[in-house]
């Protein structure tokens, strides 16, 4: 069981630069999630993925965010142009069906500078 | 009020002891209910789901109360490794949108 996988596990860039993280969730996983987590503000719920499909998006910060399923092994999100206040360790996480518990990937630690 | 309240601790327990958290929610219709467990610089990990009846793995217990809203997390004989974050998750079941929504978390330290 290789378990959720997201890459890469650090990204440190600068102000004004594309961002794209990466996941790949548990096969057979219908649920796919991005949340963020800061100590401010703990984990937030950015995007959601039933059957590769959009759900909810309320939780994307802006218009610099945005995420995309094409298949069902692999997802991306994207912040461009990023910004120092998007520093945040972002999670992937992948769930059986609706009500099921979410698996975790390792994350991927941002750093904008 | 926010949708899943957890105190933020530090709890600060010596080993063997027996330490509970609780965590409220706010949605009458939540329908499934987590605990997480979350290391310094790691990501969450399933610690126990939370059932009706109350259910119990080793030394952990959780437990749902629907009148008064809120889940709780027992922990017996408190180890050294019990220390770290725990996070509950509530999920509604209402609707076409579903969101696991995560509190807080609460931080354990259990000292020698």
């Known amino acids: 069981d290789a378990g959720v996988i997201q890459s890469p596990r650090h990204e440190v860039t600068e102000m004004g630069q594309e961002v794209t993280l990466r996941c790949k969730p548990i096969?057979?996983?219908?649920?796919l999630f991005w949340y963020r987590q800061t100590m401010m503000r703990g984990l937030e719920l950015l995007i959601y993925?039933?059957?590769?499909?959009?759900?909810?998006d309320s939780g994307m910060p802006e218009d610099r965010f945005s995420a995309k399923m094409p298949n069902a092994s692999f997802s991306t999100l994207k912040i461009q142009p990023s910004e120092p206040r998007d520093s945040a360790v972002y999670f992937c996480?992948?769930?059986?069906?609706?009500?099921?518990?979410?698996?975790f990937g390792n994350g991927t630690r941002l750093t904008v500078t | 009020r926010k949708e899943v309240e957890q105190d933020p601790g530090p709890f600060n327990v010596p080993e063997g002891a027996t330490v509970a958290f609780n965590c409220t929610y706010s949605?009458?219709?939540?329908?499934?209910f987590f605990w997480y467990r979350q290391d310094c610089r790691k990501e969450p990990k399933l610690l126990m789901s939370?059932?009706?009846s109350g259910n119990e793995d080793g030394r952990f217990t959780a437990q749902l109360n629907r009148a008064s809203q809120y889940i709780s997390l027992l922990i017996r004989d408190s180890k050294l490794s019990d220390s770290a974050t725990y996070l509950c998750?509530?999920?509604?079941?209402?609707?076409?949108?579903?969101?696991?929504?995560f509190g807080r978390g609460t931080s354990l330290i259990v000292h020698p």
């Open positions: 996480a992948s769930s059986l069906w609706r009500e099921s518990p979410l698996h």
């Open positions: 096969s057979g996983h219908n649920s």
């Open positions: 993925f039933n059957n590769n499909v959009p759900i909810d």
């Open positions: 949605n009458s219709a939540s329908q499934s």
């Open positions: 939370v059932y009706s």
């Open positions: 998750v509530v999920t509604p079941a209402s609707g076409g949108s579903y969101i696991p929504t």
